[in-house]
């Protein structure tokens, strides 16, 4: 059976830190890995990530992908209130469509 | 651009009543996604469809959970009777095929059953 497995399940972090979200996967027949941010409602997406060793970046976010040892990290850098959300990371199959979700980092950005 | 519209936004009711749950896929997307979220068990998926076709249903807990996509642009989920333990949010997102794509996700339906 697939499994995400993202830690730590609960961050608190003042404005202005550094944040590292893990996760880790056992995917069959692994594609994709994807980070989402889901604040009050619909998670929305931040990252797909495929090949290991490419960072990818949008503003203070990073993200990259190990394939060999199976996980994957998102950093948040300079913090702000606004980036407090659940952070989801997923699994993806190439065989399938499916997306295997972990628990989430809720993540709390104090001012 | 219109995103994944869902309706209703809440439901509220009681025990052994069918509930229907409404979703509209991104133009264009061909795959269609059903989730369940809860506190405990997280985001789980119930099932998902391919140009309108169910492909794998294996996460739809027990019978009285079916669901419909009769045409590409609209998809029900339907629980009759409905159970206390089925209060969550579910959510419905599509994607594009080709490959694991990014799924777009829609603001989801809080669904308490008293």
């Known amino acids: 059976e697939d499994k995400v497995v993202q830690s730590p399940l609960s961050l608190v972090v003042h404005e202005g830190d550094t944040v590292t979200l893990n996760c880790s996967y056992e995917v069959t027949n692994f594609r994709s890995l994807l980070w989402y941010k889901q604040e009050k409602k619909a998670p929305t997406f931040l990252f797909m990530l495929?090949?290991?060793?490419i960072e990818k970046k949008s503003g203070r976010l990073s993200s990259i992908l190990d394939k060999k040892e199976l996980f994957s990290i998102l950093n948040i850098t300079a913090t702000q209130t606004g980036d407090s959300a659940v952070y989801l990371c997923a699994g993806g199959s190439g065989s399938a469509r499916q997306l295997t979700f972990g628990s989430g980092t809720q993540l709390t950005v104090l001012p | 651009d219109a995103g994944v519209i869902q309706s209703p936004r809440h439901e509220v009711t009681e025990m052994g009543q069918e509930v229907t749950l409404r979703c509209k896929p991104i133009?264009?997307?061909?795959?269609l996604f059903w989730y369940r979220q809860t506190m405990m068990r997280g985001l789980e998926l119930l099932i998902y469809f391919n140009n309108n076709v169910p492909i794998d249903d294996s996460g739809m807990p027990e019978d009285r959970f079916s669901a419909k996509m009769p045409n590409a642009s609209f998809s029900t989920l339907k629980i009759q009777p409905s159970e206390p333990r089925d209060s969550a949010v579910y959510f419905c997102a599509s994607s594009t095929e080709g490959g694991v794509q990014p799924q777009h996700f829609g603001d989801g339906t809080r669904l308490s059953i008293l």
């Open positions: 133009s264009g997307h061909n795959s």
């Open positions: 495929t090949s290991s060793g």
